[in-house]
């Protein structure tokens, strides 16, 4: 359940710095699922960091904000409301859009392997999000059907960029597909839609 300010009642809150969104609020019109690179303590080196450059901005590394964290195990973290527009997907149409969640990924080789899907539990959790935010929204789940299709209501980083225009990103590196699977065997309407 979502709370009238935009918090998953169920989710544990771990709250980002307040300087790191922007002034308007989020529609809440979709969501988009993205890949850390690497582990929850390598994200919140760059959430918690308030470093600045000489002209008082948000260094590169500290200029980034997401409403929550999916944990391998599934766990789920919020740090801003729903309400809240991120520094999430590239910008400014989908930051203030669209829910982005960070999901955590595994090391090989002692590297951050983005390359291997989400767990199966990442799935259940990211399922539960996006179904509690159509249904507190009113919309309907829905990939889009090509990367001209802007009425979607569920993108992947990359595609936001492509679609909505901003920074490049090989973000979530293709670790989505069990989640779009999920969905749509929860959900036959969007099979039909694609």
């Not at 008082?56 to 309400?83: C, E, K, M, W």
């Not at 991120?86 to 595994?106: D, K, M, P, V």
């Amino acid at each position: 359940m979502i709370t009238p300010d935009g918090w998953l009642s169920w989710a544990e809150r771990k709250p980002g710095p307040a300087e790191k969104v922007y002034p308007q609020p989020n529609s809440a019109s979709g969501f988009v699922p993205h890949s850390m690179v690497g582990r929850l303590v390598g994200w919140y080196s760059r959430l918690f960091d308030m470093s600045r450059d000489a002209a008082g901005r948000f260094t590169p590394n500290a200029a980034a904000s997401v409403h929550g964290s999916i944990l391998l195990d599934g766990h789920v973290i919020q740090h801003y409301p729903f309400t809240a527009s991120c520094w999430a997907s590239g910008g400014t149409y989908q930051n203030t859009n669209f829910i982005a969640f960070e999901n955590e990924s595994l090391y090989t080789n002692g590297r951050p392997d983005e390359s291997l899907d989400f767990t199966p539990e990442q799935v259940v959790s990211n399922l539960r999000i996006i179904c509690e935010l159509a249904a507190w929204k009113g919309w309907t789940p829905r990939r889009p059907r090509d990367l001209s299709d802007r009425a979607a209501t569920l993108y992947e980083h990359n595609e936001c960029v492509t679609i909505f225009g901003g920074r490049g990103t090989s973000c979530p590196s293709a670790r989505t597909a069990p989640l779009w699977a999920q969905i749509g065997a929860a959900m036959p309407e969007l099979e039909e839609q694609k």
